[in-house]
């Protein structure tokens, strides 16, 4: 009797994403996000929110040197765009639900979590790869993996020094203009916070990241069209179109608090 077996191959997987347009990838990608966010408060609380957005730092900071052409703009758009708008989401429900001192200790850890796992990469390329006298496929591999690794995390220290700097300031400015605004419509119209919060952080975050990374410390500074169109502009563009959709996330949050914050008024 044969015995059916289900293998992974995650390159049948990648190859059929690509073959399905940015605009879909995009919104499975928002929908992960939300839904993560939504799954990890209702389990963990605050611990759930503060470890999504340690991750979401590491993973955004990654992506961010992936470029891709969307339908509604005419330049390619750096990723990581869905992964760091979730951030200010966490930080809003954290800030709605928590205070703004739950709030600030998460922009910190994710930041802790950014300076270990680049630490840990940098020492890990320390590590000369396999050279030239082994042979085989598994020797391939190895060194193959060096390389890849020495793309994505060389850049480590400018991202990340570029990171802390707009991610420090815009998150600081998301938490008190959220709060801010609670205060002046007496705690109502929750979109309204939500999205003036996001949207101007965003700005802030975009243009300092943008200038530190790609042009202050960049080894080579990125030409002013592609720096203002697809990491200005067009990422920016992105970031609005973010803040609207996760809207109806920052609502839904209320009924995936945990049992013991369930009654906040």
Not at 149 to 162: E, Q, V
Not at 199 to 211: E, K, P, Q, R, Y
Not at 226 to 249: A, D, K, Q
């Amino acid at each position: 009797m044969k015995v059916l077996m289900f293998t992974w191959h995650p390159e049948t997987f990648i190859h059929f994403l690509n073959t399905v347009n940015p605009d879909v990838t995009s919104v499975l990608m928002l929908l992960a996000c939300g839904g993560s966010i939504l799954g990890l408060l209702r389990f963990f609380g605050l611990q759930g929110l503060y470890t999504f957005m340690i991750v979401a730092v590491i993973c955004g900071n990654i992506q961010v040197l992936k470029a891709v052409k969307f339908s509604y703009f005419p330049e390619p758009i750096a990723l990581g765009t869905i992964v760091f708008a979730a951030t200010y989401l966490c930080t809003d429900i954290m800030t709605e639900y928590y205070g703004q001192a739950c709030a600030r200790r998460g922009v910190w850890l994710s930041f802790v979590g950014m300076l270990i796992s680049t630490s840990f990469m940098l020492l890990t390329l320390g590590w000369p790869p396999v050279d030239e006298s082994f042979v085989g496929e598994s020797a391939d591999k190895f060194r193959a993996a060096h390389e890849a690794m020495h793309i994505l995390f060389s850049p480590g220290p400018a991202i990340f020094f570029a990171s802390l700097s707009a991610y420090l300031i815009s998150q600081y400015n998301d938490i008190w203009i959220f709060h801010m605004i609670g205060k002046l419509t007496n705690g109502r119209m929750l979109w309204l916070r939500t999205n003036i919060a996001t949207m101007l952080s965003a700005f802030v975050d975009n243009t300092i990241f943008g200038v530190l990374a790609w042009i202050v410390f960049a080894s080579k500074p990125m030409d002013f069209h592609t720096f203002i169109f697809s990491y200005i502009f067009g990422t920016y563009i992105f970031r609005l179109i973010l803040s609207i959709l996760n809207t109806p996330i920052m609502y839904l949050s209320r009924y995936c608090l945990p049992v013991s914050r369930a009654l906040i008024p």
